[in-house]
T-cell receptor, first 114, second 107 residues
């Protein structure tokens, strides 16, 4: 099946720890995105990448880091510098980074700080 | 900076009703607008993508319209069913989303 796979589905982190969320796609899409969703809120963009080895900060990049070493993978690291990391994280991809292309989403990872 | 507003924030209707969800955006210089559905605890499912050159897009019981000049889009759901219950989000560009309309269709 073609699609976007996020893992794990649930993740628990102790304060002060870094954690990495996985996002893999087999759609052969060039562009990938990370969003954060808080209860009752829309999605806010953390980082996006339009091509391998290149990525840009979104509106709320502080406390997060990403890499794009392979076309199909775009992992997100939530660092200890992120003050309020408990949220639902969504990964998306599109065939290109241009404005005309449709975005497709994974099923999300729920991160909880304990 | 693009800002997106969705009205109403929540809507509860009886089964069978036709309904309209509204999306407004501040920057009309967009290339497309996408409507999504989100079930609780799940990711987003793409429903419709309207290109800026189009005024409407239809898929089954769903019809979305786009009026760039006024900064508005509407999602029309015909003959609503309980299975339509979800949160519906619009995104005039991939990078900016509204907060969504939570729809409940009662049997």
């Amino acid at each position: 099946d073609g699609g976007i796979t996020q893992s794990p589905k649930y993740l628990f982190r102790k304060e002060g720890q870094n954690v990495t969320l996985s996002c893999e796609q087999n759609l052969n899409h060039d562009a990938m995105y990370w969003y954060r969703q808080d209860p009752g809120q829309g999605l806010r963009l953390i980082y996006y990448s339009q091509i391998v080895n290149d990525f840009q900060k979104g509106d709320i990049a502080e406390g997060y880091s990403v890499s794009r070493e392979k076309k199909e993978s775009f992992p997100l690291t939530v660092t200890s510098a992120q003050k309020n990391p408990t949220a639902f994280y969504l990964c998306a991809s599109s065939i290109g980074g241009g404005p005309n292309t449709e975005a497709f989403f994974g099923q999300g990872t729920r991160l909880t700080v304990v | 900076k693009q800002e997106v507003t969705q009205i109403p924030a929540a809507l509860s209707v009886p089964e069978g009703e036709n309904l309209v969800l509204n999306c407004s955006f501040t920057d009309s210089a967009i290339y497309n607008l996408q409507w999504f559905r989100q079930d609780p605890g799940k990711g987003l499912t793409s429903l419709l993508l309207i290109q800026s050159s189009q005024r409407e897009q239809t898929s089954g019981r769903l019809n979305a319209s786009l009026d760039k000049s006024s900064g508005r889009s509407t999602l029309y759901i015909a003959a609503s069913q309980p299975g339509d219950s979800a949160t519906y989000l619009c995104a005039p560009e991939k990078l900016v989303f509204g907060k969504g309309t939570k729809l409940t269709v009662n049997p």
